[in-house]
Structure formats: C-alpha cells, structure tokens
C-alpha cells in the first residue's frame, strides 16, 4: 500500500498516511510567543495536517506532549483543553525534555 | 471506523482502540511506593487497561518506559522480566526525563 | 491475528510485526565511536530489522531520535540525511535525553 507523504524535505515528513493511521510532530513555527501562543500555534497546525489526511481532531488516538519547562504545563493544559472536543481526548504522556531550538517551549508527536 | 476511548477526560483519555491497535498511558496511582512498587502498579494498570481493550500482556507491541531516577532501573528491570510471559517482550525504549509529578518515578506509554 | 517478534528476550524483541506495521528500537552495538559512527550503526541495523520485517528505510512513518548532547544533532542530521532515499523521509522528533548506557549517544525508536 502507498504511504502518503506530507511536505516531505531530505530531513522529515510533516506527516505520513498509512493503512488509516496519521504520524505527525508539530513545533511551533513562531518562537517568540509564550507557552500558550506556541501551544496554539502547534495545535492550529495539527488541525490543519490532520485535515491534509483526511482526519480531524476528534480522532486523535495518542499524543506525546514535550516541554521545556514543567512551571508552563498548566497554561499548556488550559490551551489543550478548550481545544479539544468534549469526549475525544487521546492517550497522553507529557514529559520534561530539551528541544533542539532553545526558543521552542513544546513540540508534539502524535 | 469509530474509535473506542477508555475513561476519557476533557485532557486525556486512559486509553484508545482503533483498528487493532490499543494506545495507553500508565503513571503510578500511589505514590509513596518505591521504584518497585510503583512499577507493579503500572503494570497491573497496564493489564487492566489491555482486558478493557480486548487484549492482553502477551500481545504488547511497543513500550517507552520514563524513569526520572537511572539509578533505579534495575529495580524497574527486575519487576518488568519477572511480569511479561516469556516469549512475549515488546520492542522498548527506556531513558530518563522529568515528569510533570515529582513523586512519580515512572510512566510508560504504549 | 500472529504478532511477529524479532529476537525476542526476556526484556525486549528488537522488532515486532503486526497487521503491516514494523515496531523497532535501535541503539549502537559499539559505544567507542563519535555520533556519526553510532549513527551509522543505528542506521544500518535499522536497514537489517526492517529486512527482516519484510520492509525497507523508504517505508518510515515515524521515528524518535534521542541525543544525549544537543550539540552532536548536527554530526547526527548529516549521516541521517545522506541515509534517507529522496522523498521517503518519516516523520521525526528529535531532542535530547539521558539514556541508560552513558555511552550511547543515540538511540532510535520507530
């Protein structure tokens, strides 16, 4: 079966399709906003990739969620939480690591 | 295809089945336990968690195991080998990071 | 439906097969040489699991690439994208950890 791949460069895909399953990581494209403008940004661009595969956000089956910064999580989660739609949140891990741009606060593989 | 969610919350749900495949997250529900002892509860959460979706230890594809303490992973190795049926061991990824409860020492998506 | 383990241990398989997906992890088998040497390993056992998976590095959906020292990434992006065949790159995120062995400098789920 084909994979389908969304703006592939040498380095990643924004996205692949396979078998009715969508890969994905969203970083935030503008650094110099707060934890909860990145968030933002991360989860509009996610809307818009899972759009691009023909899925949306109310089927999201599982998230990791990296920050920077365990003090920012709630303003993290109060963004996350009004986005999602009631009764479709998916499996979650949310972890302290580093990212490779020092500016990024959060970066999200789904 | 509709998706199944287990105890789903407005930020996550326990787990996700779709297609075959179940996504879950397990963090200690108790935490004044040790490395041993919270990894018990993960992985008796974890086999509840699979009863729910169909399924069950033995059919584990893929594991990521979150220790915030390197020095305990012996500790977490010792109750892992002696709790999967032989044969049956997942692909697995264990490495360090923060957790957003400082008393939790572990969490393992699957 | 049979679960495909490949090398299987008390601990982990190094891969598992089901219903088309290849679930692997990949960490260098010898630590006495700089990222680029861990990378190629990494890379080039990749390429022998996904043979065996009946598969092959132009099919990636997804993989994670842990770095203990984010000052490597780039040693490691060069030997990453000089391995990826043109138009099949996967998605990725990349950031930085501690693994279990001090000596690794890189480890690849996927």
Redesign the interface.
Known sequence: ?E?Q?IN?????????V????I???EVPAVLNADMQGQVKQVLAQAEATLALGGSDKS?L??A?I?VTN?AK?PAM?AV??AW?A???????????????NPGMLV?V?S
């Open positions: 079966m994979i791949r592939p460069t040498q380095r990643w895909s924004d996205a692949t396979y078998q009715g399953l890969h994905f990581v089927r089956l599982m990791t990296y365990l999580v989660n996350w939480d999602l009631p009764g479709s949140a998916p499996v979650r891990a949310c972890l302290k690591v580093e990212l490779i970066e593989p």
